[in-house]
C-alpha cells in the first residue's frame, strides 16, 4: 500500500479489548474495597457501583483513578491496581498484523477517552508504542469526558494536518470526527450497522484505506 497518511486509532474497544478496563473498575477497585472494610465481595461492589454513578461519566473524576483511591481510602496506588490487572489486557486478533502493515506507510497515533494512566499501561504491556508517534487522552490531555469536535481539532493543530479516525463509539470515534471534518471509520464489530464507512474488524480498515488510496 502506497499510504502517506496519519492513521488515529481509538483504545478500548477498537484495539484492546475492555476486559482489562472492566477488570480495573468492576473487580479488582471492589475488592481493595472489600478488603478495607470488611465486607464481602458483592457488598462492596453494589456500593462502589453506587460511588461511581454519584459522579456519573460526565465529570472528570468518573475517569480519574486517583480521585477514587483518595475517595474509597485505598491501600494501594494506581500503577499497583492496574498492572494487578495486566492478566485481562489482551488484543483483537487482526490488531498487530495491521498495525505493523499500516505503520510502514503511514504515521499511527491513538486518540482515547481513557485516562493516560490506563493507556500507558496498556501500550506498554501489550507492546504497542513501537507502532505510535503520538498518543492523546481526551481526558488527561484536553480535560474532556468525551471526544467531541473540538478534540479532534486540537489534535489535529497538534499533528500539523487531518488524519483518518476509526473506533467503535459512533459517537465518539464517527460522528465527532466528521464533525471536524475528518474521514472517519465506524467500527462495528457485531456485524449489526452497515454503510460505506463502517467496519466489522481492522482488516476490513486496512482493505478500505487500500482502495482510498
Not at 510502514?104 to 481513557?114: F, G, H, R
Not at 481526551?138 to 494536518?161: C, L, N, P, Q
Not at 479516525?165 to 471509520?185: C, K, M, S, T, W
Amino acid at each position: 500500500m502506497q499510504l502517506n497518511e496519519i492513521i488515529s486509532f481509538d483504545l478500548d474497544g477498537t484495539l484492546v479489548t475492555t476486559d482489562f478496563v472492566d477488570a480495573v473498575w468492576l473487580e479488582r477497585i471492589p475488592e481493595l474495597y472489600a478488603e478495607k472494610y470488611g465486607l464481602d465481595f458483592e457488598e462492596a461492589k453494589k456500593r462502589v457501583e453506587e460511588e461511581y454513578l454519584k459522579v456519573g461519566p460526565e465529570a472528570l473524576e468518573w475517569y480519574d483513578i486517583h480521585y477514587w483511591i483518595e475517595k474509597f481510602k485505598l491501600d494501594a496506588n494506581w500503577k499497583e491496581i492496574l498492572l494487578s490487572c495486566k492478566n485481562k489486557l489482551r488484543l483483537y486478533p487482526e490488531v498487530k498484523k495491521v498495525l505493523e502493515n499500516l505503520s510502514e506507510n503511514a504515521t499511527l497515533i491513538i486518540t482515547s477517552n481513557a485516562a493516560r494512566e490506563f493507556i500507558e499501561i496498556e501500550v506498554e504491556v501489550l507492546d504497542l508504542r513501537r507502532f505510535f508517534s503520538k498518543i492523546f487522552s481526551a481526558v488527561s490531555d484536553f480535560h474532556k469526558t468525551k471526544k467531541d469536535k473540538e478534540v479532534y481539532r486540537k489534535i489535529m493543530e497538534k499533528v500539523g494536518g487531518k488524519f483518518i479516525h476509526v473506533g467503535d463509539n459512533y459517537e465518539f470515534d464517527y460522528i465527532a470526527p466528521r464533525q471536524a471534518g475528518l474521514v472517519a471509520y465506524y467500527l462495528d464489530r457485531s456485524g449489526n450497522s452497515n454503510g460505506s464507512h463502517v467496519v466489522r474488524n481492522l482488516m476490513e480498515f486496512e482493505e478500505k484505506l487500500a482502495k482510498i488510496f
